[in-house]
């Protein structure tokens, strides 16, 4: 059964012997307790042996260098160990198979391991082959003992779930070497190919530079007795070449190809140059009218204008928009036109208009705040003295019918018969904890209600601990230790008016 494995294997594809250990036939039985490493040798075999000699127990150590291995094997007997010996190649004194030795020697073992895997002496120190032969010259040693034993029952399954996975691991081993092969194969086709590119280009610019010095040439200048000739060309069949007055010969005009294809060149683009002149003629005059923004100093269509009413100023969108968001968030009423405000010599800028606003396209809130800032609930208008404005709180539409009253300084609507205005807010709210019987904090002026229980109220804003009373609104104690709590609370409720 020991060459089971080895019948079931039918792939050629190599293993390490790392990949094949990992596989459960393998590792379920054996455990790996060492590796060594050194030169293939007497002297490092006959470590090895010795130290396997001194484990209680059976030992076996695999031997690989390259891609040859060698497993020995130590059969346990007290006093009287036994070495077993296997090569997976024909030695050199069995060439018709594997064969093993078996031996209770250790200097036999040692120099039987030396002919089943000879050293490899190093050349010369010039030689370029010297490291390449100390490479093949060591070895690594595997050591490994029995588990413990488990049921068998399995080996079947197992074996043939190992035979798959190193089926596995050889595949993916030799697609690794396959895609490193490629890569390098790749890498070859990509610089040939630049190197033929390149030689492709200069063989075109040599071409292009010998087809322009023939098409360079001087033609000969013509006589005085031609100059008022007809320009008429006659051609003679029977001649291939003209000859000038200086007895140089030329070949005609209409023989030279490279001619030919410059004039048919010529005439392409020309054609083609007319044609765009004239869709450019045209989709200038469907084009729209560009115009400068005064505050990005840029040039946009005319489609993305909005002309202030009043000065006319021709501002992009963007623009616009940006500047009556700003002044939006900053509750600033009425919105002046950004060019006439940054002119110190207007006395009389021109405003936006809350139509321009629902143009522009700002969001909900932001058209909310601007109609509480305009405030246009008469849809009227009327003068008021200005003096009188600026120094007031509360401002009063002073048209006939119209009551409403609204804060100058935050543009908020004031109702008539509330509580006093603050802006902030702190007006209404305590008029509303007054009204609805509420508790402040006496520590931190937290708002408080309570919606049943006792009286006994603490304070849940971080860091105050305040205990109080919800019935007097007195404090008890600022703790938060259960007992002193418990102690204020005693005191308290035994000595309050509302009891």
Known sequence: ESLDICRRWRETLHLDFQDTYQVPIFERPLKQVSTKHGQACAQHFRAILQEMQLTKSSTAVIVVRGSDSIVCLKLFEPGNDVFVLFDTRPPPDHPDGVAMTFSR?????????????????????????????RLLSNCISYVFVPRSADGGDSEGPLLHSSLVLLTLQAERSELKRNHTHLLSRNQTLERRMTELQRTLQEEKEKASQRRIEQQSRVAPRPSNRDVFRPSTRIHHPQSSTKRTDLGVTFPPEDSDPNLILALELQRSFDLEDRELTAQRGALLKTAQRQYHCSVCLDDFPEDDVVRIDGCGHEICRDCVRGHVCSKIDEHRFPVLCPVCTADRGNRNPSTITGQLVQLLGVSEEQYQTWVEMEMAQCNQSAFVDRHDMEAADLMQCPVLGCDHVWCRKCQQTVERGGPDHSCDGSKELEHLVQEQGWRFCPNCKTPIQKLSGCNHLSCIAPGCNTHFCYACGATINRTAIPSEIAAGKSAHFANCRIW
């Open 105 to 133: 020697s250790i200097e036999q073992t040692v120099h039987r391991l030396c002919i089943l895997m000879p050293s490899v002496t190093p050349g010369g120190q010039n030689s370029n082959l010297h490291w390449q032969s």
